[in-house]
């Protein structure tokens, strides 16, 4: 599967529940494109105007992609200017409660100290102690040749979206 196919299949997949931007930029870095995830659930008294609880949850998504081998220097880089960037991202409403930010990089292979840094790799920040909530950041390879995603252990959860697009190859 080529590059361009896995992320237009990745970008169809994310559409219905994601809201995705094309053709963006982060720092320096240009992405095909990156997916932001909204949700907010309450609880209320009789009207909606008698709030008793709010929260609310965001998950973003920025995808890179590299035509050749995927190097720590690459992942320096990238994780660099994903972590300086995640500010301008995070909302400061007071429901707030939970961001991930994940960024993926989508090459045909990676070396084996590029894939180590990037299971290493997690950054969890507590926004006013806890009381607004935290973000979490994660990054992920997605080897095309060999069609398998390497990532923390923790983000799992959220990754499992890059795999979908090889299942669908397959059909």
């Not at 896995?6 to 720092?27: A, C, M, Q, S, W």
């Not at 929260?55 to 590299?66: A, C, D, P, R, S």
């Not at 590029?114 to 979490?136: D, M, N, P, S």
Request: aromatic share 16%.
């Amino acid at each position: 599967m080529n590059i361009n196919k896995y992320i237009h299949n990745l970008t169809t997949i994310l559409t219905p529940y994601f809201n995705v931007y094309r053709d963006e930029k982060l720092g320096t870095l240009s992405l095909p494109f990156y997916a932001h995830y909204h949700r907010r659930d309450e609880k209320y008294f009789m009207t909606k105007k008698s709030k008793i609880w709010a929260v609310e949850n965001e998950q973003f998504i920025f995808v890179w992609q590299k035509e050749n081998i995927v190097t720590k220097e690459d992942i320096t880089q990238f994780s660099q200017t994903f972590i300086n960037h995640v500010p301008n991202y995070i909302s400061n409403h007071q429901d707030h409660m939970s961001t991930v930010f994940i960024g993926a990089i989508v090459a045909p292979n990676a070396c084996d100290e590029a894939i180590k840094e990037v299971k290493r790799f997690r950054k969890l920040q507590f926004i006013r102690f806890g009381l607004h909530g935290w973000l979490e950041c994660y990054i992920a390879i997605i080897a095309l040749d060999s069609k398998q995603l390497f990532t923390h252990r923790k983000a799992r959860s959220f990754t499992h979206v890059f795999e979908k697009p090889f299942e669908e190859d397959v059909r």
